[in-house]
């Protein structure tokens, strides 16, 4: 099913689509989901690989947004907590309540945050995570074993998801084609196709593997394309006005020593007013973020020395064992794709993260802003913008209690293969027939090679940072061992793919000048 092969096959079969959506983010991602659950024959493609971009470097955190209760957004807040708590019970095995601690160095903050998460608490309503509670300074300092106690009044716990936003993304792929979408990465849209009127009713495309170029016709396209909108949008109209600025948001990785216990911190007034998070993640712990407006976007973003200096800083303020540079295993960036500001001179905190469905005179349809936690919402209102337009016939929405690939509410988060859920037991099977695929892909990590192949036989992995970065997340994680592992991967994928020693050199030395770029 999860096949490339059959998949091009459905592409050449067809005379048509409902739905084509441009993009194979978190956004376009869903709204694939979306549109294919209602029925409509539906076609994705990404330009790349599923959640390449920012979808793929967030703060690994699906959450309401304190720091958006503290501007007064309470819309936002309340959908996003709503979203939050849908996507716990249908994503169960990637989506986990994650604790997370305050600590507070004066009475006031510590009145000041107990009172606005109490707030937090009661917009989640049923689908709340846990209350919040005060705690003291005995009890924060046990629970945060490296944070700095001098001045240290107590905390403030609470409650929000943490998950795996890359893992997630490659589920979404596999519950859109299961639900019958057609979806395909490395596969780019290079222009918009018109009828006589000026309608956009489908789209060019190049699959980037055979380099053959395709025509597909639509009744709807979609340009979920996040930071990239506005290369889509001048595509349909060459004069067409920049309409996202995209802020760029580092994060660095660290050895789990220097946070051992399973809460995590988050620490709301950093020295430029941002909110700084610590999260656990994969036995690692992920401290970001930034947010710098750029002028220019990639889909390999780079971080600022300045970013990098920030985020040590700020996080040597709060912490007893000190990170230098030296003990970051992996640096990332991503980008938001936040809406242009008609006022140069706005702050990104300041900017709402709210998102908008923008009708063109073509009726191409764009999806803009929003965040990783309300993509389903996000689609959900994008298709209803095709139906209000009358370009698709009405079908009710069932994403609310639609569970994503490999759900299940039972996984055991103590071995590192629970992110497969369902298919986890597959996996095992993969390595009773062989063995040696329950090796180690390297001796410093958890992870094992029956990953690679699984990664490649059926979650559309098709090439080595497919694997490295978004399927087994070791780039994420220790970036010098993933450059280590690169050769065995590509040696394993190629028996798979049946690619020769040219292809597998090809993909050793493209992943190890990428790597280089997360290694600080």
Not at 16 to 41: C, E, F, H, M, P
Not at 179 to 199: C, E, P, W, Y
Not at 357 to 365: G, N, P, T
Not at 414 to 421: E, S
Request: glycine content about 6%; some cysteine.
């Amino acid at each position: 099913m999860f096949d490339r092969a059959s998949l091009l096959k459905q592409v050449e079969d067809s005379t048509g689509w409902d739905v084509i959506i441009i993009g194979g983010g978190a956004t376009g991602l869903g709204v694939a989901l979306d549109s294919a659950s209602r029925g409509y024959k539906t076609l994705l493609l990404e330009q790349s690989d599923f959640a390449k971009g920012t979808s793929s470097r967030s703060t690994k955190l699906i959450h309401g947004g304190v720091r958006y209760l503290a501007q007064g957004n309470l819309d936002l807040v309340k959908e996003a907590l709503y979203e939050r708590g849908l996507l716990l019970k249908n994503a169960s095995h990637l989506v986990n309540n994650q604790s997370f601690i305050i600590p507070t160095y004066n009475w006031w903050d510590t009145f000041v945050y107990t009172i606005g998460l109490k707030i937090y608490d009661v917009m989640a309503g049923k689908l709340s995570f846990g209350k919040s509670v005060r705690i003291s300074k005995k009890a924060a300092a046990s629970r945060l074993s490296t944070i700095k106690t001098e001045h240290l009044k107590g905390g403030v716990v609470y409650h929000d998801g943490q998950f795996d936003d890359a893992r997630l993304a490659v589920n979404m792929a596999q519950t859109a084609i299961e639900q019958g979408a057609t979806v395909l990465n490395h596969f780019g849209v290079t222009q918009l196709q018109k009828d006589s009127n000026g309608i956009v009713n489908g789209v060019s495309a190049v699959d980037h593997e055979t380099h053959q170029a395709y025509v597909f016709n639509a009744i709807v396209v979609i340009n979920a394309t996040g930071v990239f909108t506005d290369e889509i949008l001048q595509m349909d109209n060459v004069d067409a006005k920049n309409t996202v600025r995209p802020s760029q948001g580092i994060h660095l990785v660290l050895d789990r020593s220097f946070m051992p216990g399973r809460d995590a911190i988050m620490i709301p007034k950093t020295a430029d007013g941002r909110v700084l998070f610590l999260v656990p993640w994969h036995n690692r712990v992920v401290v970001g973020t930034t947010d710098t407006l750029l002028d220019s976007h990639s889909l390999e973003p780079k971080p600022l020395e300045s970013e990098i200096d920030f985020i040590l800083e700020t996080a040597n303020s709060y912490l007893n064992k000190r990170v230098s540079r030296t003990d970051v295993l992996s640096i990332f960036a991503g980008l938001r794709p936040l809406a242009a500001s008609k006022d140069a001179s706005e702050k990104t905190k300041e900017i709402s993260r709210s998102h908008k469905v923008i009708v063109s005179k073509s009726e191409l349809i764009t999806i803009t802003g929003g965040k990783w936690t309300t993509y389903r919402r996000m689609a959900q209102d994008t298709i209803n913008k095709a139906i209000a337009l009358k370009k698709l016939p009405y079908k009710k929405c069932p994403t609310k209690h639609l569970s994503i690939h490999g759900a299940d509410g039972s996984a055991d988060d103590t071995d590192h293969l629970y992110i497969y859920g369902t298919d986890l037991k597959a996996i095992e099977e993969l390595i009773t027939k062989d063995p040696r695929l329950g090796d180690k892909l390297h001796p410093r990590l958890e992870f094992v090679k029956a990953e690679v192949v699984w990664a490649v036989k059926n979650e559309m992995a098709r090439t080595v940072e497919d694997v490295l970065a978004r399927r087994v997340r070791i780039l994420f994680l220790d970036a010098k061992a993933a450059k280590e592992v690169a050769p065995e991967v590509a040696e394993l994928m190629a028996t798979y793919l049946n690619k020769d020693d040219a292809w597998k050199q090809s993909q050793i030395t493209k992943f190890t000048q990428l790597a280089n770029q997360y290694i600080l």
